[in-house]
């Protein structure tokens, strides 16, 4: 639930909105770089290219790194990211000989049996490319169960997150030439049954919210237009969008309807004989799956129910017929607190079979799953075996068996894949990825820094175990903070994991790693994530300038020698802390940023996050926001670190305008930047490995240049 874009958007101050906008353009004088395609802005993406890679890609350097970071995505020994359907396990691959990806499968009994592993290619999509017009992009498949014969294909154009769908006969491995098909939009598409689709997408004007999501569900049954689909909600236009789906097997299957008010608000309904009726609820509650016909739980702040306090950060188990009124006495067996974590641990996910709850947690950013099972006496709980001190993603779950498929990695040790048998609960590894740098060197440390509240912020540092803490190392700080997702440990070989990329291309030639789980992320439950919220959003920037001292305190690096990354979310991160305190930093990376926040709920998703930010148009917040908006914040004659600009023109979530007008605002003032615009990619900013090697190669090669 957590990836849908949701928001609340206020406007009781009308007239404000109207002269804030006003007075915007007027001094805005890059606003024309948010045309994306226009000539004139597309002249300058070109120029700005090729400005950055006359001077980087000239340097041997870039060349080491670029291959390096190329031969790593091509890996062989990569782990499969994996789904489980029935007796087939699926993957999504792409290496030099496919570098628009083939989707593909292999028998589960061979897959157990590693030696033995077969893939069948399911989707070429360097095919597809070959037979279709454009540039297109594989972005899932979702099969129907139990049978999985039927998909729904989701492919983008350039890789943003509007899709086209389209219907695929898995048995035959090709689209149905008559099966269901949508044309591209930002939309959400569910299966209810094989003959019906729960449809959410653009069905013309007045269809969308002003987030530019769907507003209206509809039930589409197969053999009839779209246009005569069945209406089954309507949200409002201020919502963020609408989402439906089926859970459960036979008599206990049931059908849910999700208006998302804003980005952390829902309203839950359950559809029964022809009503949507809603599920009583707080509204910031969410829905982390249904088992055995009753509703898992997540709550993210405190609820006083039937006569008993629960606090936040607590799972319960709710029978939905006590919240939508079908039954109106509330009995014993009708609910329970399932679970309740303690204050340094958090929720982090919950996946369900037929038969179990399997839960990972976090303890101190540290991942471990456990799994529960009903008995007649109550849950019994096993935990399950894995290597300590890393990150664990339960990425398949087998309903009928209970069985499940687990990566676990962590800063020096490389991915593996388990497959955990849902019997004996007992973990067993069926592919490693082979180790791209030698780890013996290094350790990995977690340190606590004193934020300027006094709350203590927990970060990771890989260092070779011979560092000299003399204030010299080269040191590459990446974090996030924002929008409750968590930065767990990751092997410094995955280049596309979100917490960086480091390795051989930083590690091994003497670099210094660390990654800071600062407040507004979900290391430590709802509260840590309310702590940086709307007004408060500048705690992020603190502890994230809390860390940054912290190291240069103990000498492990110095401002000099000290770069630093976030994209997204962590591109406004960087981008604030940057402008707050430039004295402390010698290079920046700012990904996919958003970065102008006094126009970001204007340009395309933007307005879905303004329950995580705050309303630009409304003064009061605006107030708070213009204190660190890295655009309006920028000044001139001021010792700014070296900063390299990354974003792509086809992502149609952070509007590329943001780094576009930052990069162009601050050549006015003289500073030199670094600017690469993917043409394609999306919100990832890569289609292709290569894509990425090349982006990956020129932020490195900006840190070695900048930081020593």
């Known amino acids: 639930m957590r990836y849908l874009f949701l928001f609340i958007l206020l406007f009781s101050f009308h007239a404000a909105f109207e002269v804030v906008a006003k007075d915007s353009n007027q001094e805005d004088s890059y606003i024309w770089l948010e045309d994306v395609d226009a000539e004139k802005s597309m002249d300058w993406v070109h120029q700005q290219n090729k400005k950055t890679a006359n001077e980087y890609k000239m340097m041997p350097i870039y060349s080491e790194l670029f291959d390096q970071a190329l031969a790593t995505l091509n890996n062989k020994s990569r782990i499969p990211s994996v789904s489980q359907r029935g007796e087939w396990v699926y993957n999504y691959w792409k290496d030099e000989k496919n570098p628009r990806g083939i989707y593909r499968r292999a028998k589960l009994k061979d897959f157990n049996q590693k030696d033995h592993l077969k893939w069948q290619t399911v989707l070429d999509m360097d095919q597809y490319n070959t037979d279709h017009e454009g540039n297109w992009v594989f972005k899932g498949m979702n099969c129907l169960a139990p049978k999985y014969r039927r998909c729904l294909v989701s492919i983008s154009p350039g890789g943003g997150d509007a899709v ?10 090709k689209f149905i030439k008559d099966g269901f098909s949508l044309p591209k939009s930002k939309m959400r598409v569910t299966w209810r049954d094989k003959d019906h689709l729960f449809v959410a997408t653009d069905f013309g004007a007045g269809s969308m919210t002003e987030s530019g999501y ?44 999700i208006d998302s008010t804003s980005f952390w608000t829902n309203q839950y309904y359950q559809w029964v004989d022809g009503q949507a009726l809603a599920l009583d609820l707080p509204n910031t509650a969410e829905v982390s799956g249904v088992f055995q016909g009753n509703m898992i739980i997540s709550l993210k702040e405190d609820w006083q129910y039937q006569g008993q306090f629960i606090s936040e950060g607590s799972v319960l188990i709710i029978n939905p017929d006590v919240l939508t009124g079908k039954k109106t006495l509330v009995e014993k067996d009708d609910w329970q607190v399932f679970l309740q974590p303690r204050s340094n641990e958090t ?10 709850v399997i839960v ?9 799953v456990k799994v529960y099972s009903p008995t007649d006496e109550g849950w019994m709980i096993k935990g399950i075996s894995f290597p300590d001190n890393g990150a664990i993603g339960i990425t398949a779950v087998d309903d009928e068996s209970g069985s499940f498929f687990a990566e676990y990695e962590s ?39 004193r934020s300027e509240d006094g709350t203590f912020v927990p970060y990771f540092v890989v260092m070779n175990k011979d560092t000299v803490f003399d204030g010299s190392n080269p040191t590459h700080i990446f974090s996030y903070g924002g929008f409750r997702n968590s930065l767990t440990p990751s092997y410094s070989g995955s280049y596309e994991a979100l917490e960086g990329s ?78 707050r305190r430039p004295d402390l930093y010698g290079a920046v990376i700012c990904g996919v940023p958003l970065l102008d926040m006094q126009r970001y709920n204007k340009l395309l998703a933007g307005a879905s996050w303004m329950g995580e930010f705050g309303n630009p148009d409304v003064p009061e917040q605006w ?18 670190p070296a900063t390299f600009f990354y974003t792509s023109t086809r992502d149609d979530r952070v509007h590329p305008g943001h780094a576009r007008k930052m990069a162009a605002k601050m050549m006015s003032y003289g500073y030199p ?17 290569e894509q990425l090697a090349e982006r990956l190669a020129l932020a490195y090669t900006h840190l070695w240049t900048q930081l020593r």
Request: without cysteine; proline residues 4%.
């Open 347 to 356: 929720i982090e996910n919950i996946s369900t079979s037929d038969d179990s």
């Open 214 to 257: 769907p507003r209206i569900m509809k039930l589409w049954q197969r053999g009839t237009d779209l246009s005569a689909a069945k209406t089954l909600l309507t949200a409002a236009e201020k919502s963020v969008s609408v989402f439906a789906f089926r859970d459960g097997k036979g008599d206990k299957a049931k059908d849910f309807i």
């Open 360 to 368: 990972t947690m976090l303890s101190d950013v540290v991942s471990q």
């Open 411 to 449: 800063f020096i040790t490389p991915p593996t894949l388990y497959h955990v048998n849902g019997q004996s609960l007992k973990p067993k590894a069926v592919k490693s990825q082979s180790q791209s740098f030698d780890p013996k060197p290094y350790q990995v440390e977690q340190f606590f820094a």
């Open 164 to 173: 086209m769908v389209k219907e695929f006969n898995m048995k035959e491995k």
């Open 502 to 579: 480091y390795g051989k291309l930083w590690l091994d030639r003497g670099g210094v790693f660390v990654s800071a789980s600062i407040r507004g992320g979900g290391e430590y439950g709802p509260k840590w994530h309310k702590a940086a919220l709307l007004e408060n959003k500048t705690k992020s920037y603190e502890d994230f300038e809390a860390v940054a001292m912290d190291l240069i305190k103990r000498k492990i690096t110095s401002p000099q020698h000290l770069g630093i990354e976030g994209r997204s979310n962590g591109g406004l991160l960087v981008g604030a802390t940057m402008t």
């Open 623 to 640: 107030e708070y926001l213009k204190a660190y908006s890295p655009y309006q914040n920028l000044k001139p004659n001021t010792d700014y």
């Open 673 to 689: 930047i670094w600017y690469y615009e993917n043409t394609e990619g999306g919100h990832g900013g890569s289609s292709t490995n």
